[in-house]
């Protein structure tokens, strides 16, 4: 059925992240405090970690915090924290597409300042996330279709890069919203001694 109808496909792919991010993700990340942000549900958490408190043999970051990693990823991979979550947006999802593409500056996760507080992850997350989303808003149906050239994506359009990013940005914001609800509903420890 042909409606005669042109679709706009910059604006449908930044309103499939967009609407996402203005309806859920941002209203699911109000008031998060910093203990939500390094709280760890299980033993073995990947998270941030000041520098000064002693770092495992493979954790990256230029600043004060340092993010936990290794190489391979171990099987199965530990739970992650909501700031190793954002951490990861910042530079792995969102920076360093906005430095390869819409000329944010570079970004690594070995030479990263880490957020130590959550309101500056926070601030963090919106100044990358408007990055990726001008960015993307800029692109037109030449920009959305030239090959993007990245890793992994070298033959797909940049078009497809988007469609990722999209999916990566509500994946880990989701994971990071059930985090936020696991915390607010957790159980004080029981008390091992018998009563009386």
Known sequence: MDTGREIDWTAELAQQLDWHWQHQVRPRLAGLTDAEYFWEPVAGCWNLRPRSAGT????????????????????????????????????????????????????????????????????????????????????????LARPCGEYGFEQDPMAGLVLHINRETIHHCAEIALLRDLYAHRQPPLDPRPPG
Not at 89 to 118: E, K
């Open 56 to 143: 495992p043999p493979e954790a990256a970051g230029g600043g004060d915090f340092v993010i936990d990693f290794a190489v391979p990823e171990p099987v199965p991979p530990p739970v992650t924290t909501i700031a190793w979550r954002i951490g990861h947006l910042l530079v792995g999802v969102l920076g360093a597409r906005n430095a390869s593409h819409f000329g944010g500056p570079p970004i690594d996760y070995q030479s990263y300042d880490y957020p130590g507080t959550a309101a500056l992850a926070l601030e963090r997350l919106d100044q990358a996330y408007a990055g990726w989303i001008g960015g993307v808003r800029g692109l037109d149906d030449a920009g």
